[in-house]
């Protein structure tokens, strides 16, 4: 038996009942933090399962209205678009990245003459869905280049913002390029389309199955470390947002997402921008497969999503999202 006086403060007593915990909880999560990424296929009538990611697919154009409608009444304020393009539409310059019927362009419009300004959209600006070499940018001699790929990333942006585009979002880490699209999108007369910039994207082992979604995965011959981050690095994000918010980011994007929750917090403590994280495809699939071999119980999303939420993320790109949502509402 244990003898002696217990302290004066108990730190137990308020984790005693559910309402109780409730009431003292530090963090909440709702489906307005929440940002559901969508797959793009062409044709009509298809929804297309992808085997390294169980449960999410690609959709034709004329599927996303049934999609979009479960995203709404769910109460998910965002989706963003991500095409897989046929390979006999790529080409080493990315030029189907300028083609106003892509899948990404049709996408908008779709969206925005059925569903209005009831969702927002968020669309990536990067060359790696419609380059034969995978890449975000253009080639050089095997390097990626930075300024010609600036160039072609502009009229991109611009191209997504004449659609209906809400949300620009770079993700190719070329340098300079949130200052440049703001100039060209402000030029052009689009100053209230938002840009939410990969800030911070590491060159990341978690890409995988979104590599394969896209039809990238194979055309990959090698690794973007020469320009995504050196997942090494800390202080290098902090430089990176730093110059991002100087040249007109309004929102600045952490990828991956649970393996930086480090960086996530840095930045939010340094920074007052809304900093939104991505819950990648690779920890998307782990956590279903960890689920599917019952080693973890489905419990285990809320809490992956909950440590975002905990380490200052204002926002939560999730392909668990629409899933969530709805179990927040029972």
């Not at 959209?121 to 300024?147: Q, R």
């Not at 980011?249 to 340094?270: F, R």
Request: net charge positive; proline share 4%.
């Amino acid at each position: 038996m244990i003898t002696g006086k217990y302290p004066s403060l108990r730190l137990r007593r308020t984790r005693k009942y559910d309402w109780s915990r409730r009431l003292v909880q530090e963090n909440n999560l709702s489906s307005s933090d929440l940002i559901y990424p969508i797959f793009l296929i062409e044709g009509k009538n298809r929804k297309q399962t992808i085997k390294s990611m169980p449960g999410i697919y690609r959709y034709s154009i004329d599927q996303l209205g049934i999609i979009i409608n479960s995203v709404i009444k769910h109460k998910i304020p965002m989706v963003a678009l991500f095409p897989s393009t046929p390979n006999s539409k790529k080409d080493k310059f990315g030029k189907e990245a300028l083609n106003e019927n892509n899948l990404v362009c049709k996408a908008i419009r779709f969206i925005k003459k059925r569903f209005k300004n009831n969702i927002g959209i968020m669309s990536d600006v990067a060359l790696d869905p419609y380059t034969s070499h995978g890449h975000d940018g253009l080639l050089k001699k095997n390097y990626v280049i930075n300024d010609e790929t600036n160039d072609v990333l502009i009229k991109q942006a611009l191209i997504q913002a004449q659609m209906g585009c809400d949300v620009i979002a770079p993700s190719d880490m070329m340098d300079g390029r949130v200052g440049k699209i703001r100039k060209y999108l402000d030029k052009n007369k689009y100053h209230d389309v938002q840009i939410l910039s990969y800030a911070v994207k590491y060159a990341s082992n978690f890409y995988g199955p979104f590599r394969d979604a896209v039809g990238s995965k194979k055309s990959l011959k090698s690794n973007k470390k020469n320009y995504q981050m050196d997942f090494t690095n800390s202080n290098e994000s902090l430089r990176e947002v730093a110059l991002d918010i100087k040249e007109g980011a309004d929102m600045v994007m952490i990828k991956p997402g649970m393996p930086y929750l480090d960086i996530i917090q840095k930045v939010k403590e340094h920074f007052k921008i809304p900093v939104l994280a991505y819950q990648v495809s690779g920890e998307y699939s782990l956590i279903k497969k960890g689920i599917r071999d019952k080693l973890i119980n489905e419990e285990a999303i809320i809490e992956s999503l909950m440590c975002f939420k905990r380490a200052g993320a204002s926002a939560i790109v999730s392909y668990f999202s629409l899933d969530i949502a709805k179990k927040l509402e029972s």
